[in-house]
């Protein structure tokens, strides 16, 4: 009895010794991956590196929208395991304009927004503004922060604290409409706004011999748009929307080129401009499985345009 009582020791001391080398193996290279700064999806089976965004405001307790995502708590926060991508990020709090502005994570970099929000009531009491203020985004200039407002005298580049430093266009978007923008592009020469529905791109046109910058809408769907940025060594403008990524030439809003189907309404993208990878991240619809899928735009994206061009080209010389 004592000889299987000690060798049933040995035993459970073999299968006790190899389950903790087992999971020292299997959890070791997990600790170390999310200690640098990984996540993994299940759905997608990988690892994914991801960026951190610090948000501070002045005043402080501001609720915050991520992505239309309200978080739990306000300003100042620290919001870890942000995928790398474009996020669009709103400030509210009473008695203040809403803040909205829209920043470009980068995997393990830390993407830091620390802004003064600005009394509603303050402005408009004291008569400081030279225009009614129906929205405003902020953008950033090398040396600072710029506020590109939406007004009754037309859209308005000011410094942070509303001082206007030039007309970007004196055309007039209606209040409603103003107030629908979801976010915009500011690149200086070039200026491109968005809500659910249509996208405006400035351009400049002569008007009675002198050079004036209008806002034109260049595109419009049925469909949700989700994300708008520049790509392709910004020569593009690419648009996800609900069912598709499209691209539009920058020098021709008339030409629109396809880029990708989307099996669900609910993908979403990431756009390497490094090396002009587009990563689609959907659902299978067959499995429900999410999964992650690489399109290199470089090579692909220029061999199908030069395509597109011919038989665009064709169809005017043969209509």
Not at 255 to 269: M, V
Request: aromatic share 12%; net charge negative.
């Amino acid at each position: 009895m004592k000889n299987l009582s000690d060798r049933g020791y040995q035993v459970s001391q073999i299968v006790f010794f190899w389950i903790i080398s087992l999971a020292f193996l299997v959890f070791t290279p997990i600790i170390v991956l999310f200690s640098l700064g990984y996540t993994f999806d299940g759905e997608a089976n990988t690892f994914i590196k991801t960026g951190v965004i610090s948000m501070e405001t002045q005043p402080g307790k501001a609720q915050i929208y991520v992505d239309g995502n309200k978080l739990p708590d306000t300003t100042p926060y620290l919001l870890r395991g942000v995928l790398p991508k474009a996020q669009s990020i709103v400030f509210e709090k009473k008695g203040y304009f809403t803040y909205k502005t829209l920043v470009t994570v980068k995997p393990g970099m830390v993407t830091d927004i620390n802004v003064a929000l600005v009394p509603d009531s303050e402005i408009y009491e004291q008569k400081s503004l030279p225009f009614d203020l129906y929205a405003y985004f902020t953008t950033k200039s090398i040396m600072e922060e710029k506020l590109i407002c939406l007004t009754d005298k037309g859209i308005i580049l000011c410094d942070s604290k509303f001082a206007v430093e030039k007309v970007i266009t004196p055309q007039v978007m209606s209040e409603v409409t103003a107030r629908s923008i979801k976010h915009m592009i500011y690149s200086g020469d070039k200026l491109i706004l968005w809500n659910d529905k249509q996208i405006w791109v400035s351009s400049v046109e002569e008007e009675n011999q002198a050079d004036v910058t209008v806002i034109s809408k260049v595109y419009e769907t049925e469909n949700n748009i989700k994300h708008v940025f520049l790509g392709l060594k910004k020569r593009y403008l690419m648009i996800q929307d609900d069912k598709e990524v499209k691209a539009i030439d920058i020098k021709n809003y008339s030409i629109l080129y396809p880029i990708a189907k989307l099996e669900t309404n609910d993908g979403e993208i990431y756009y390497d401009e490094d090396s002009d990878e587009l990563y689609l991240y959907e659902r299978d619809v067959q499995s429900s499985e999410r999964t992650l899928k690489i399109k290199n735009l470089g090579t692909n994206f220029y061999a199908k345009l030069q395509e597109l061009t011919y038989e665009r080209d064709q169809n005017k010389k043969n209509p």
